[in-house]
């Protein structure tokens, strides 16, 4: 399987999250994030919040909030066996806060390959933006796909 060239600049399904401080309370848990400032309302306004912020590497999660969140894999022909997250970047731009509707712009904006083409690469950015189109941050994903039709 060889990703074909063509797919880069195709923009894929935008996602809207509405922040629930709730979920940012859990996912702060879940990455072992232990400063108050992310989980108790009060310490977050002390600091100058006006709710509680948003947790590094949470906006990762908005595209996952589609029912099936790879499905833009498998329309390129990628087979999810053989995928692994390689790399994920942000780039920030402003603090995103509980309450906040934030949308994913997802595109694929590059493919290359390595190996002779045993590993294929699939780099896909997403603007994260508030309702008003106020840039929240840019993301950047690489994905590596094994094609096993190329022997190592």
Known sequence: MTIAP?????RLPSTELTIDPGRLRLFAKAIGETDPVF????TARAAGHP?????????????????EPFDWLAAIGVDLRRVLHGEQRFEYHSVAHAGDVLTAHPSIADVYT???GALE????QTSITRANG????????????RNPEVAR
């Open 6 to 10: 063509d797919v880069v600049g195709t």
């Open 51 to 67: 709710s509680l912020p948003v947790p590094p590497t949470f906006l990762f999660a908005i595209e996952l909030e589609q029912p």
């Open 121 to 124: 690469f699939i780099v896909k």
């Open 114 to 116: 390595k190996k002779g």
């Open 134 to 145: 106020e840039n929240v941050a840019d993301l950047t994903s690489v994905i590596v796909v």
């Open 39 to 42: 989980t108790d309302l009060a």
